[in-house]
Nanobody
């Protein structure tokens, strides 16, 4: 089992940047596919991006392509979400999630049994 803790959320202006971190417990971090999801007020949680255990494969939602980049440092048991060119519609609680034995990044919530508590990102116009 893995425990996840997000950090790095906060307030940014439109066009600005933020970097989120997701620290994981355990010794087998490189075996987990890591994903980022977000939930805006009044909306369902949605997929943002995901990365394979090795970091060699990523999957992105169309809404963040070219703006957000997921990465990971397995030696530090940490995944990152670099968010550039932020828009007000990026305002949401951002969650990191982990999945074991799915092999490739996936966009479906039910594939990820482990979740962090979430971190708020607010983008002002």
């Amino acid at each position: 089992q893995v425990q996840l803790v997000e950090s790095g959320g906060g307030l940014a202006q439109a066009g600005g940047s933020l970097r989120l971190s997701c620290a994981a417990s355990g010794r087998t971090f490189s075996n987990y596919v890591m994903g980022w999801f977000r939930q805006a007020p009044g909306k369902e949680r949605e997929f943002v991006t995901a990365i394979s255990g090795s970091g060699g494969s990523t999957l992105n939602a169309d809404s963040v392509k070219g703006r957000f980049t997921i990465s990971r440092e397995n030696a530090k048991n940490t995944a990152y979400l670099q968010m550039n060119s932020l828009k007000p519609e990026d305002t949401a609680v951002y969650y990191c999630a982990a999945a074991l034995r799915i092999g490739v990044p996936r966009r479906t919530e039910r594939d990820y049994p482990y979740w962090g508590q979430g971190t708020q990102v607010t983008v002002s116009s």
